[in-house]
């Protein structure tokens, strides 16, 4: 059952948690490291969002189904964004440029 | 007017033959096995009909060999299709070197074709027979697609880019050139035709067309009308890149990439010029986007070709 | 001819009706704020009954068009919105809820011993934005009609067209929701609703092929939402997403589409296909022929049809690379079929085959899905599309798999399951008859369609070289022979639901849950919870136990 | 159907008990957030490509948002989040007034956030960055400017929107909690809530980077 009852301290230390990653997305964003801004920023999105459905909705506690179902929800946007860029990414390997 | 019952389309390309044989490779598995199920179906329903009321009969549950092998023998079988498919169509996908070219303009309901020496046709196309032509293809507003049955060929023209496809006739005739993605009101109406000419009948037909300037002199017009010249030219120095030996060259960006200064680039730097500035020119090129057709693009393009190959005459190396 | 059917009860039918879910209360509002599945069934069967023979109107209207190279019967512009409306009525509001929101409504409560879906009031609300969708699609209908085709490319869509794309494309956002709903309220009723025993390789496999289905209306039905609300947002306000002078790409918007429209056509197919499992079983009353392939296979058609959808653009722009792999993919998700319609053939193998209507349309189904299918292995191949995309060759690909499969599955479970919905058995004579026409009516409507399309005919065209001509008149034929062959069944499936033969709880002597109850059902299915103790389609079950003993 | 379940206040005909309807609500909301998921991520695969493509247009697009007022929000909607759970941890337990009280903050902050948006919307709008016909970033030539604007006001305008129907669950729920409704065996709708309001909360932290952050080093 996911009447478990977390005690408030839990709940404040994610929210601490994520005002600290709040605060490292904005100064990594101010350095410049070339193409590695988007992953870094990604990357700490990523943290965030998987420390909210954890903790905050309790997904620790979840049976396994509730687990599966966000599983396969990243799961089919992983799908589409992977087969779309298989489009985009090698329009450009004819040798030449495509111009949309 | 009867024009006859075909039943199978004229193969007149050089790529009809490659694509027809697959075809019928592939009826040929889907004969023989839709005949074997058909028979099975029809054979089980007679042999096995209900006799009586009660009966009931043995439970099969299955049998993992039997599953096993009709997944692994269709799949091998696709596979061949595909490893067949995929070939062919890589095969076809590049034109060959020196293929003339023609450029078309699709149009909310017409094709308009120029040929570089200065012909224009609408839904017509002259071609001579066993010689590659190499289309490149632009619309002036919706995505048409360039359909020639007779060929096996067909490709989208889609707003913003330039497709391009080519074909090489086999047999002199006339054949339907469709626009087969919807494109509106009239998009039956969008077709016409390909005359595939011997040789000797081309060039007449190339000398009794009436042509004015070719494509290159158009361009010229063109870019003396939209001021292109003021900036780029030998005796303009910082403000744009000379054009002179510029098409067909790799040209470094501010960025560092370096692309292949093609018929893509060149229609990109034209309407957006900030995309992709050549290194060392600020970005001062007013877009024009909206002051040329996509007709005049070509024309442009075709005239920057044909200084990059007078430059390469020049300069022989 | 109906020896064969299963020995009548051997006590006639009570003279005093009992209460079932039909007579349970009677009124205008008993019907509207509903909360039984099974009268929400009803009004899906009766409003999609409605939007099929709207579709169908605009199939005649395009059928006869076509009987003549010119284009003389109606204008371009009427005959561009005909064949949209016609795409439009039959995928989004016939097709797409067919089977689930019917025969999946009614039937899958019955088959797992529940009392409901999980979600009453969520099942009765997407009946109702099924119907604010279809009536706005109406509305742009009457209003002028749309001229885009179901397609809605961009940028004719959002640019381009003159005609009312506004509306349909918030009618279909709306509708968009109800499918999700319903996909979601099965999901959760499979996962949570079944009765004790009933295990998940006890599952009939109508409920497995509509668990795969919902899985792909949950998840690629929010896509094309988004898609088309894109779309809207360029056309009413300039957001040009899809729009080259920004920068934008058109080929991203048909990305977009097919990654729903795509899978949409395995909406359509699997649940058809669950309900050939059902009939061939029990019209063979043999246990299925291997039931956990088939039941995986539905799950593996399903995850691998949002693998394939870049196969509609090979001739669009798209990189060659990306359609070589969109290509292979389309190849492998034909393994799964193969593997489903070679178990329903293999379950006729020594069984005891009876020739009841619904198996008739078993017959269909599997011969017109095979023929759809492998010409889905012509299309789906590289070389072979660059010359077939677009033209009729397509538009009798997919007629084979969706009328020729989807309808014919449709029909067949209606029969199937008839006298369990109303009570009453149908005509068996008429019905056989009626099959027989459509399989008929419909092979020669769309087979000339192959031969039409391998010459080079484009679709939507409104107009046409005369050398096509023989091909379609061949096809109006048929199609009149085609509609003949719904209006039929229409007819006398409305008479007997007044006059037709009671029906006792078990007509055909089939198993599963759904046919332990009462024909019609009470409203709330099961008296007792049941308890599940056999495996699915044990027909022989005392033979069995016998011999092991 | 035992009889005293059927009576459990809360309880829908169609479960046996109180456990299976939970159970049943909380998938069937997990099933709708992973429907949202693809729903917003036509938007996000959209953006991605367009990014990818346009990097630099992007990149100086991004600099006519205000990220002061972008930081402000994601700081806001994170601690409605944490009042939000705080509320379902309330329920869970059966303190109905603690329920309206966390609920009551939560809504406040969404308020607030929709506030703060609404100025910026109003900024941009004064700025000319509204995309359409009257589209006119000054400094900007390329076309793609435009697009980034384009999809800044639809995915920020698709996320304020989910959470105005998160204000509106809101308010039905603090009514539902000032009645009394929910106990120590019945808090489930609540749970829901708080799943979506959290869903929302995750939007928004990848909106903010990709929107506000990405051009920042240029």
Same mark, same amino acid.
């Given at each position: 059952?996911?009447?478990?009852?977390?005690?408030?301290?839990?709940?404040?230390?994610?929210?601490?948690?994520?005002?600290?990653?709040?605060?490292?997305?904005?100064?990594?964003?101010?350095?410049?490291?070339?193409?590695?801004?988007?992953?870094?920023?990604?990357?700490?999105?990523?943290?965030?969002?998987?420390?909210?459905?954890?903790?905050?909705?309790?997904?620790?506690?979840?049976?396994?189904?509730?687990?599966?179902?966000?599983?396969?929800?990243?799961?089919?946007?992983?799908?589409?964004?992977?087969?779309?860029?298989?489009?985009?990414?090698?329009?450009?390997?004819?040798?030449?440029?495509?111009?949309? | 007017?009867?024009?006859?019952?075909?039943?199978?389309?004229?193969?007149?390309?050089?790529?009809?033959?490659?694509?027809?044989?697959?075809?019928?490779?592939?009826?040929?598995?889907?004969?023989?096995?839709?005949?074997?199920?058909?028979?099975?179906?029809?054979?089980?329903?007679?042999?096995?009909?209900?006799?009586?009321?009660?009966?009931?009969?043995?439970?099969?549950?299955?049998?993992?060999?039997? *599953?096993?092998?009709? +997944?692994?023998? @269709?799949?091998?079988? =696709? #596979?061949?299709?595909? %490893?067949?498919?995929?070939?062919?169509?890589?095969?076809?996908?590049?034109?060959?070197?020196?293929?003339?070219?023609?450029?078309?303009?699709?149009?909310?309901?017409?094709?308009?074709?120029?040929?570089?020496?200065?012909?224009?046709?609408?839904?017509?196309?002259?071609?001579?027979?066993?010689?590659?032509?190499?289309?490149?293809?632009?619309?002036?507003?919706?995505?048409?697609?360039?359909?020639?049955?007779?060929?096996?060929?067909?490709?989208?023209?889609?707003?913003?880019?330039?497709?391009?496809?080519?074909?090489?006739?086999?047999?002199?005739?006339?054949?339907?050139?469709?626009?087969?993605?919807?494109?509106?009101?009239?998009?039956?109406?969008?077709?016409?035709?390909?005359?595939?000419?011997?040789?000797?009948?081309? *060039?007449?037909?190339? +000398?009794?067309? @009436?042509?004015?300037? =070719? #494509?290159?002199?158009? %361009?010229?017009?063109?870019?003396?009308?939209?001021?292109?010249?003021?900036?780029?030219?030998?005796?303009?120095?910082?403000?744009?890149?000379?054009?002179?030996?510029?098409?067909?060259?790799?040209?470094?960006?501010?960025?560092?990439?370096?692309?292949?200064?093609?018929?893509?680039?060149?229609?990109?730097?034209?309407?957006?010029?900030?995309?992709?500035?050549?290194?060392?020119?600020?970005?001062?090129?007013?877009?024009?986007?909206?002051?040329?057709?996509?007709?005049?693009?070509?024309?442009?393009?075709?005239?920057?070709?044909?200084?990059?190959?007078?430059?390469?005459?020049?300069?022989?190396? | 001819?109906?020896?064969?059917?299963?020995?009548?009860?051997?006590?006639?039918?009570?003279?005093?009706?009992?209460?079932?879910?039909?007579?349970?209360?009677?009124?205008?509002?008993?019907?509207?704020?509903?909360?039984?599945?099974?009268?929400?069934?009803?009004?899906?069967?009766?409003?999609?009954?409605?939007?099929?023979?709207?579709?169908?109107?605009?199939?005649?209207?395009?059928?006869?068009?076509?009987?003549?190279?010119?284009?003389?019967?109606?204008?371009?512009?009427?005959?561009?919105?005909?064949?949209?409306?016609?795409?439009?009525?039959?995928?989004?509001?016939?097709?797409?809820?067919?089977?689930?929101?019917?025969?999946?409504?009614?039937?899958?409560?019955?088959?797992?011993?529940?009392?409901?879906?999980?979600?009453?009031?969520?099942?009765?609300?997407?009946?109702?934005?099924?119907?604010?969708?279809?009536?706005?699609?109406?509305?742009?209908?009457?209003?002028?009609?749309?001229?885009?085709?179901?397609?809605?490319?961009?940028?004719?869509?959002?640019?381009?067209?003159?005609?009312?794309?506004?509306?349909?494309?918030?009618?279909?956002?709306?509708?968009?929701?109800?499918?999700?709903?319903?996909?979601?309220?099965?999901?959760?009723?499979?996962?949570?609703?079944?009765?004790?025993?009933?295990?998940?390789?006890?599952?009939?496999?109508?409920?497995?092929?509509?668990?795969?289905?919902?899985?792909?209306?949950?998840?690629?039905?929010?896509?094309?939402?988004?898609?088309?609300?894109?779309?809207?947002?360029?056309?009413?306000?300039?957001?040009?997403?899809?729009?080259?002078?920004?920068?934008?790409?058109?080929?991203?918007?048909?990305?977009?589409?097919?990654?729903?429209?795509?899978?949409?056509?395995?909406?359509?197919?699997?649940?058809?296909?669950?309900?050939?499992?059902?009939?061939?079983?029990?019209?063979?009353?043999?246990?299925?022929?291997?039931?956990?392939?088939?039941?995986?296979?539905?799950?593996?058609?399903?995850?691998?049809?949002?693998?394939?959808?870049?196969?509609?653009?090979?001739?669009?722009?798209?990189?060659?690379?990306?359609?070589?792999?969109?290509?292979?993919?389309?190849?492998?998700?034909?393994?799964?079929?193969?593997?489903?319609?070679?178990?329903?053939?293999?379950?006729?193998?020594?069984?005891?085959?009876?020739?009841?209507?619904?198996?008739?349309?078993?017959?269909?189904?599997?011969?017109?899905?095979?023929?759809?299918?492998?010409?889905?292995?012509?299309?789906?191949?590289?070389?072979?599309?660059?010359?077939?995309?677009?033209?009729?060759?397509?538009?009798?690909?997919?007629?084979?798999?969706?009328?020729?499969?989807?309808?014919?599955?449709?029909?067949?479970?209606?029969?199937?399951?008839?006298?369990?919905?109303?009570?009453?058995?149908?005509?068996?004579?008429?019905?056989?008859?009626?099959?027989?026409?459509?399989?008929?009516?419909?092979?020669?409507?769309?087979?000339?369609?192959?031969?039409?399309?391998?010459?080079?005919?484009?679709?939507?065209?409104?107009?046409?070289?005369?050398?096509?001509?023989?091909?379609?008149?061949?096809?109006?034929?048929?199609?009149?022979?085609?509609?003949?062959?719904?209006?039929?069944?229409?007819?006398?499936?409305?008479?007997?639901?007044?006059?037709?033969?009671?029906?006792?709880?078990?007509?055909?002597?089939?198993?599963?849950?759904?046919?332990?109850?009462?024909?019609?059902?009470?409203?709330?299915?099961?008296?007792?919870?049941?308890?599940?103790?056999?495996?699915?389609?044990?027909?022989?079950?005392?033979?069995?136990?016998?011999?092991?003993? | 159907?035992?009889?005293?379940?059927?009576?459990?206040?809360?309880?829908?005909?169609?479960?046996?008990?109180?456990?299976?309807?939970?159970?049943?609500?909380?998938?069937?909301?997990?099933?709708?957030?992973?429907?949202?998921?693809?729903?917003?991520?036509?938007?996000?695969?959209?953006?991605?490509?367009?990014?990818?493509?346009?990097?630099?247009?992007?990149?100086?697009?991004?600099?006519?948002?205000?990220?002061?007022?972008?930081?402000?929000?994601?700081?806001?909607?994170?601690?409605?989040?944490?009042?939000?759970?705080?509320?379902?941890?309330?329920?869970?337990?059966?303190?109905?007034?603690?329920?309206?009280?966390?609920?009551?903050?939560?809504?406040?902050?969404?308020?607030?956030?929709?506030?703060?948006?609404?100025?910026?919307?109003?900024?941009?709008?004064?700025?000319?960055?509204?995309?359409?016909?009257?589209?006119?970033?000054?400094?900007?030539?390329?076309?793609?400017?435009?697009?980034?604007?384009?999809?800044?006001?639809?995915?920020?305008?698709?996320?304020?929107?989910?959470?105005?129907?998160?204000?509106?669950?809101?308010?039905?729920?603090?009514?539902?909690?000032?009645?009394?409704?929910?106990?120590?065996?019945?808090?489930?709708?609540?749970?829901?809530?708080?799943?979506?309001?959290?869903?929302?909360?995750?939007?928004?932290?990848?909106?903010?980077?990709?929107?506000?952050?990405?051009?920042?080093?240029?």
């Amino acid at each position: 059952m996911s009447s478990h009852v977390t005690p408030k301290k839990t709940y404040f230390a994610v929210f601490g948690t994520l005002m600290a990653l709040t605060a490292l997305t904005v100064a990594a964003a101010t350095v410049d490291l070339g193409g590695l801004n988007t992953v870094v920023a990604l990357a700490i999105a990523g943290c965030k969002a998987g420390v909210v459905i954890w903790f905050f909705m309790e997904v620790r506690h979840a049976r396994p189904m509730t687990r599966l179902t966000v599983a396969a929800g990243i799961l089919w946007l992983v799908i589409m964004l992977i087969l779309l860029s298989s489009d985009y990414i090698s329009r450009g390997w004819l040798g030449r440029s495509q111009g949309w | 007017m009867w024009t006859g019952f075909p039943l199978f389309p004229e193969a007149a390309s050089t790529v009809a033959g490659g694509v027809d044989a697959l075809y019928w490779f592939v009826i040929a598995i889907s004969v023989f096995f839709s005949a074997g199920i058909f028979a099975a179906i029809f054979y089980f329903a007679l042999r096995y009909s209900r006799k009586s009321l009660d009966e009931v009969p043995k439970p099969i549950h299955g049998s993992l060999a039997l *599953e096993i092998t009709w +997944s692994v023998i @269709p799949f091998l079988i =696709t #596979m061949v299709m595909f %490893g067949w498919g995929t070939s062919l169509f890589f095969r076809n996908f590049h034109p060959p070197e020196g293929a003339m070219e023609i450029f078309v303009t699709g149009k909310q309901w017409m094709w308009k074709l120029q040929h570089p020496e200065g012909q224009r046709e609408i839904n017509e196309l002259h071609v001579p027979v066993g010689r590659a032509v190499k289309l490149t293809m632009a619309t002036e507003d919706v995505i048409h697609s360039f359909y020639i049955p007779a060929f096996r060929v067909k490709k989208d023209v889609v707003p913003g880019i330039y497709s391009s496809m080519w074909f090489e006739p086999t047999k002199p005739g006339k054949y339907h050139l469709f626009c087969a993605e919807y494109c509106g009101n009239q998009h039956s109406g969008m077709i016409g035709w390909v005359h595939v000419l011997s040789e000797p009948d081309y *060039e007449a037909w190339l +000398s009794g067309a @009436p042509r004015g300037e =070719t #494509m290159a002199q158009a %361009g010229e017009r063109l870019f003396q009308r939209l001021g292109c010249f003021t900036c780029h030219r030998a005796d303009s120095p910082g403000r744009g890149p000379v054009l002179e030996g510029v098409f067909g060259s790799t040209v470094q960006l501010e960025n560092g990439v370096k692309v292949v200064a093609d018929e893509v680039y060149l229609r990109e730097s034209i309407l957006k010029p900030s995309a992709k500035t050549v290194a060392g020119y600020r970005t001062q090129m007013p877009t024009f986007q909206g002051q040329i057709s996509e007709e005049g693009l070509m024309q442009v393009i075709a005239y920057i070709k044909s200084i990059a190959r007078q430059e390469r005459m020049n300069t022989p190396q | 001819m109906n020896a064969a059917l299963a020995p009548p009860p051997s006590a006639p039918p009570p003279a005093e009706t009992p209460t079932h879910y039909l007579n349970a209360n009677y009124g205008f509002r008993s019907w509207m704020f509903t909360l039984d599945h099974k009268r929400i069934a009803l009004l899906y069967l009766a409003s999609i009954t409605l939007f099929f023979f709207i579709g169908g109107f605009y199939a005649v209207m395009l059928r006869l068009e076509l009987v003549t190279p010119a284009g003389d019967l109606m204008s371009a512009e009427n005959y561009n919105k005909s064949f949209t409306m016609h795409g439009v009525m039959m995928v989004f509001f016939f097709l797409i809820p067919s089977i689930p929101a019917v025969l999946g409504n009614f039937l899958i409560p019955l088959m797992i011993g529940a009392r409901d879906l999980a979600f009453p009031r969520l099942n009765l609300l997407s009946w109702y934005i099924y119907m604010a969708g279809g009536m706005l699609t109406l509305y742009a209908m009457v209003a002028g009609g749309v001229d885009t085709g179901w397609t809605m490319y961009t940028p004719y869509s959002t640019t381009y067209s003159n005609s009312h794309v506004m509306v349909m494309a918030v009618g279909i956002f709306i509708n968009g929701f109800s499918s999700i709903l319903t996909g979601l309220n099965f999901i959760v009723t499979i996962h949570k609703m079944r009765a004790p025993g009933l295990t998940w390789f006890r599952l009939p496999l109508f409920v497995w092929a509509h668990y795969a289905t919902s899985v792909i209306q949950v998840l690629g039905t929010p896509v094309i939402a988004i898609t088309i609300l894109l779309v809207a947002l360029e056309r009413g306000f300039g957001f040009g997403f899809f729009d080259p002078k920004l920068g934008g790409d058109p080929i991203l918007f048909q990305h977009l589409f097919w990654f729903y429209s795509h899978p949409a056509v395995y909406i359509m197919i699997l649940p058809s296909m669950g309900v050939v499992s059902e009939l061939v079983t029990c019209f063979s009353r043999k246990k299925v022929f291997g039931y956990k392939f088939i039941a995986m296979s539905s799950v593996a058609i399903a995850v691998f049809g949002f693998l394939v959808w870049g196969h509609h653009m090979f001739v669009s722009g798209q990189s060659i690379y990306a359609g070589m792999i969109f290509s292979f993919l389309s190849f492998l998700v034909g393994i799964p079929s193969a593997i489903k319609v070679f178990n329903w053939t293999a379950t006729m193998y020594k069984g005891s085959i009876s020739y009841h209507t619904p198996m008739l349309y078993v017959f269909g189904f599997i011969g017109l899905f095979t023929i759809g299918g492998l010409t889905g292995l012509i299309v789906a191949n590289l070389g072979l599309d660059v010359h077939l995309h677009d033209t009729y060759f397509i538009v009798a690909h997919f007629h084979y798999i969706m009328v020729g499969g989807a309808v014919m599955g449709y029909l067949g479970g209606i029969h199937f399951w008839w006298p369990k919905i109303t009570g009453r058995l149908y005509p068996e004579g008429w019905a056989r008859f009626s099959a027989l026409v459509l399989f008929v009516g419909f092979n020669l409507t769309f087979f000339p369609q192959f031969l039409v399309g391998y010459l080079g005919m484009p679709r939507r065209y409104h107009a046409y070289p005369e050398e096509f001509q023989v091909f379609n008149v061949m096809s109006s034929a048929g199609a009149s022979i085609l509609g003949l062959g719904y209006l039929i069944p229409m007819i006398y499936l409305t008479w007997s639901w007044r006059y037709g033969k009671l029906a006792p709880p078990n007509p055909w002597g089939a198993k599963g849950l759904e046919w332990t109850t009462p024909s019609p059902p009470t409203t709330f299915n099961f008296e007792e919870t049941p308890v599940v103790t056999e495996e699915a389609y044990a027909y022989a079950q005392e033979q069995e136990t016998e011999e092991s003993h | 159907m035992s009889d005293h379940a059927a009576h459990a206040p809360g309880l829908a005909h169609q479960f046996d008990d109180l456990d299976q309807q939970l159970d049943a609500t909380t998938l069937g909301m997990w099933l709708f957030l992973a429907q949202e998921i693809m729903f917003f991520g036509g938007l996000f695969a959209a953006y991605a490509i367009y990014r990818s493509h346009y990097p630099e247009a992007f990149a100086a697009a991004s600099h006519h948002l205000d990220i002061r007022l972008g930081g402000f929000n994601t700081v806001v909607l994170i601690f409605s989040s944490l009042t939000m759970a705080l509320g379902v941890r309330a329920a869970q337990m059966g303190k109905n007034k603690t329920v309206f009280n966390y609920l009551l903050v939560t809504f406040m902050l969404g308020n607030l956030f929709l506030v703060v948006k609404a100025f910026e919307y109003h900024h941009k709008y004064v700025e000319g960055l509204i995309p359409g016909p009257w589209f006119s970033a000054h400094g900007a030539t390329d076309p793609a400017v435009q697009m980034f604007f384009c999809l800044y006001f639809a995915m920020t305008g698709m996320h304020a929107l989910h959470m105005v129907v998160g204000g509106g669950l809101l308010i039905y729920f603090m009514v539902q909690a000032r009645r009394e409704r929910y106990h120590a065996h019945y808090f489930g709708p609540i749970e829901i809530m708080g799943l979506y309001w959290h869903f929302v909360d995750i939007v928004w932290i990848f909106l903010f980077p990709l929107l506000y952050l990405l051009g920042l080093h240029q």
